[in-house]
């Protein structure tokens, strides 16, 4: 897995902020009122842990304040604990949190001790940026297109098959693709012979360039957790794109959201 570096994450409040307005043009509709409409909850005061994880590549600069302006924008109580691991959780319990926040190299999670519920990052990430994709309010089908199919990319198709979209799906990894034809009925996209453009785009990929000029039409919205983006910068300005990339806070408010 890619993992973050500090300098991804410099000026996250301003980011939120900006995409947030973006998502509001496109969609109507606020990031938090989305999450609402998807998981059927509403944030109180929930008092948020966020433990620091030293295992594999270890601190992240930046990631546990990150999490914690997100808490404070969404009006929770967030904390981080002095300790770190064991000793942090231990901490976090001890200091009544409600919900736990923290990742190593492979998973992110959130965990309500209250209720049970846990969510992980990739999943809630997934199920966010395809719900803004595809709510994007100039859109006159139900065709979208899914551009990468990994851990974050399969969730978000998932999520929106279940929507009842019409998916369009495209993996370079043959088995990938395969995988979400066969369990999620996803419809592949065949980049070389393919004269269809979509107005809602997901990209999940660890790639730039992989939204080339034919896939999109005039005004789209593309909604993207990739890192780097997948839109090239002239091509967005050229075809006067809506684009939603943000490299964190977006997701952990989805996660938060979901388990409430
Ligand atoms: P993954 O490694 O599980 O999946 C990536 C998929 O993209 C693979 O199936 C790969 O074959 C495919 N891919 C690569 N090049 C492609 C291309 N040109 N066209 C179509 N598909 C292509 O990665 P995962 O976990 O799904 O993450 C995807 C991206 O999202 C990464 O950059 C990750 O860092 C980022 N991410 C961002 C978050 C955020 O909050 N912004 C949260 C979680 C992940
Ligand atoms: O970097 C990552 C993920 C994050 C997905 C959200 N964009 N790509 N995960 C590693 C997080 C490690 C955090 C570290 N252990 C800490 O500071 O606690």
């Known amino acids: 897995m890619a993992l973050l570096t500090p300098n991804e994450l410099y000026n996250v409040s301003q980011e939120f902020e900006k995409n947030n307005n973006i998502v509001k043009r496109a969609t109507g509709l606020s990031i938090e009122d989305i999450c609402e409409s998807v998981y059927n909850t509403k944030l109180g005061s929930e008092k948020i842990g966020i433990i620091p994880i030293t295992a594999g590549n270890g601190i992240i600069g930046n990631f546990a304040e990150s999490l ?4 404070n924008y969404l009006e929770l109580d967030g904390f981080i604990t002095e300790h770190t691991d064991v000793a942090g959780y231990y901490e976090a319990i ?6 736990l926040l923290m990742a190593d190299d492979y998973l992110f999670i959130a ?17 966010i940026y395809a719900e803004i994709a595809s709510r994007c309010n100039y859109a006159d ?20 098959i279940k929507k009842g979209f019409n998916v369009y799906a495209y993996d370079p990894d043959k088995m990938a693709l ?6 999620l009925g996803v419809r592949p996209y065949d980049i070389y012979n393919n004269g269809k453009r979509f107005c809602m785009v997901f990209e999940a990929t660890p790639n730039e360039n992989t939204i080339t000029e034919d896939m999109i039409s005039e005004r ?18 050229n075809y006067d794109v809506d684009l939603v ?14 388990v409430v």
Do not use: R
Request: positive net charge.
């Open 68 to 71: 914690f302006t997100i808490t």
């Open 94 to 99: 001890k200091q009544y949190a409600d919900i």
């Open 111 to 127: 965990h309500n001790l209250k209720n049970g519920k846990i969510a992980t990052n990739h999943v809630c990430t997934g199920v």
């Open 141 to 160: 089908t139900k065709d979208i297109l899914v551009i990468g199919l990994g851990k974050v990319g399969y969730a978000g198709a998932s999520h929106l």
């Open 178 to 183: 395969e995988k979400a034809v066969s369990e």
């Open 220 to 237: 789209c919205l593309v909604s993207t957790p990739g890192i780097p983006c997948g839109l090239n910068p002239e091509l967005g300005k």
């Open 245 to 258: 990339m943000e490299p964190l806070l977006i997701g952990v408010t989805s996660m938060l959201y979901s």
